[in-house]
């Protein structure tokens, strides 16, 4: 029995020994494939192997590009296009005259010589990291194009201004179609028609006055003439003498927006937001209407469109304090341009009127020189109501532009010509549908060619 536990504890010893030894010889085996290895590796990087290595690439200096003792392989191109990442040293001289993208340069695959491989150092610099910066020239394209005058495009606005056209220009044609010549009975229906035409009274009695006149010395004794009367009179109303809105002459540009409940606001911030953000402009937007349900989240989802951040606050908390902040942020952020919310304001309240020219102030003492820029946003669907408004926030504040709403939802949008006329205030903007390219800027002729379209001629076949 003894015998028979001595037998196995033995056998036991001998598996184990035998495996012991197994693993030793199979770690023995391991280590030493792992040093030739190695030594291939260190071979490689020594440049004994004819395979590159990609620590090379980092170390390598334009005077040991092609030792000579090493015959070229089928990886040259390899080699090449890390060269050419180095700046050349003592190859300088052959970069003048030569074109900046010539055809690139590669080793014959089959057997190539000394000679040629020696020859190729001389090559390389034309594709030096020098030549590939003068490259990119997009920016100042770009800005070229910016500053170039906008293309007007009448066809385009035309949809936006049908109601306004179908109002009272559709009217005078009406009156003129089958006329060859302007008699005083006439000039008493046009009276009617431009009184009710929303333009305002004072310009429509302007208007009035110069027909007169003129039909007393017989220079407007056709319909045709009347007409381009009406075009350039109404172009000389809309073309306000005031510069062009620079959003780059501060840094942040602080545009503050004020106007009714209901005008549009804060869509206008919206659209006119991814405008300045497709031309390249960071824009941060202030939600300082903190009274208005809603209006806060409003402006949020458009910042989240545009990638424009957005400043908050409490709800019925002071806008001014908001507004400030913005500015603040903008300031340290280098954003380029700020445009604020604001409180829809009854224009009849002369108590939230003050709070309007309180975030005037906070505005200045954030920024010298804030707000820059001041814009009335107005519904046109108000009619004479908006010249009202128009006067009583230019009276509270220095409104320096306008923006008019919903011009392709009514047919008075000849309001524009009483406002310019009367205010002289001009206008930046006007919306003329849903879209963000909807909000147009504004430009005087393409206006009037939009509004009166081809009148003269309907009434002149009309005529015949």
Excluded at 2 to 10: F, K, L
């Amino acid at each position: 029995m003894e015998g028979g536990a001595n037998s196995d504890i033995i056998t036991a010893a001998i598996i184990a020994a035998c495996f012991i030894g197994a693993t030793i010889l199979a770690f023995y085996a391991i280590r030493r494939a792992r040093k030739s290895r190695q030594q291939q590796i260190e071979q490689v990087g020594d440049g004994s192997s004819p395979l590159p290595a990609k620590p090379r690439k980092a170390a390598l200096r334009p005077e040991d590009v092609v030792p000579e003792e090493k015959s070229p392989s089928p990886l040259a191109d390899v080699h090449l296009k890390a060269e050419a990442e180095q700046p050349p040293r003592a190859a300088a001289p052959h970069q003048e005259g030569r074109p900046e993208a010539p055809p690139p340069i590669a080793p014959p695959p089959s057997a190539p010589t000394r000679e040629t491989a020696a020859a190729v150092p001389a090559r390389r610099p034309v594709a030096s990291p020098a030549a590939l910066v003068a490259v990119p020239v997009d920016k100042p394209r770009t800005a070229e194009v910016q500053t170039r005058p906008r293309a007007r495009d009448a066809s385009a606005l035309a949809p936006g201004l049908a109601r306004t056209r179908a109002g009272w220009v559709s009217r005078l044609g009406q009156l003129f179609a089958g006329k060859r010549e302007i008699d005083p009975a006439l000039v008493e229906e046009i009276e009617k028609v431009l009184l009710t035409a929303d333009i305002g009274v004072r310009t429509s009695q302007k208007l009035l006055e110069e027909i007169r006149s003129s039909l007393g010395r017989r220079e407007l004794a056709e319909p045709s003439a009347v007409w381009s009367f009406l075009r350039k009179r109404s172009a000389d109303f809309l073309r306000v003498d005031a510069p062009p809105v620079d959003f780059s002459r501060s840094k942040p540009f602080v545009l503050l927006t004020i106007g009714v409940n209901g005008s549009g606001k804060t869509t206008t911030i919206g659209k006119l937001a991814s405008k300045l953000r497709s031309e390249g402009k960071t824009v941060l937007l202030a939600a300082g209407d903190t009274f208005r349900a809603a209006a806060t989240e409003q402006l949020e989802i458009w910042g989240g469109r545009v990638g424009a951040p957005v400043v908050r606050g409490k709800e019925g908390s002071d806008p001014s304090s908001v507004v400030f902040e913005g500015i603040k942020r903008a300031g340290s952020e280098h954003i380029d341009v700020v445009i604020a919310d604001t409180a829809g304001r009854l224009h009849t309240k002369s108590d939230l009127m003050e709070e309007l020219q309180k975030v005037r102030r906070v505005a200045g003492k954030a920024l010298d020189g804030a707000p820059h820029e001041t814009w009335l946003v107005i519904d046109a669907t108000s009619g004479q109501n908006a010249i009202a408004q128009a006067q009583i926030f230019a009276q509270a504040m220095s409104v320096t532009g306008i923006v008019l709403t919903k011009l392709d939802g009514t047919a008075k949008g000849g309001v524009i010509l009483g406002i310019t006329d009367q205010l002289g205030i001009p206008v930046r903007y006007i919306g003329v549908g849903e879209r963000v390219e909807d909000l147009r800027e504004f430009d005087a002729e393409e206006f009037v060619e939009a509004l009166f379209g081809n009148a003269e001629t309907e009434s002149e076949v009309a005529c015949q």
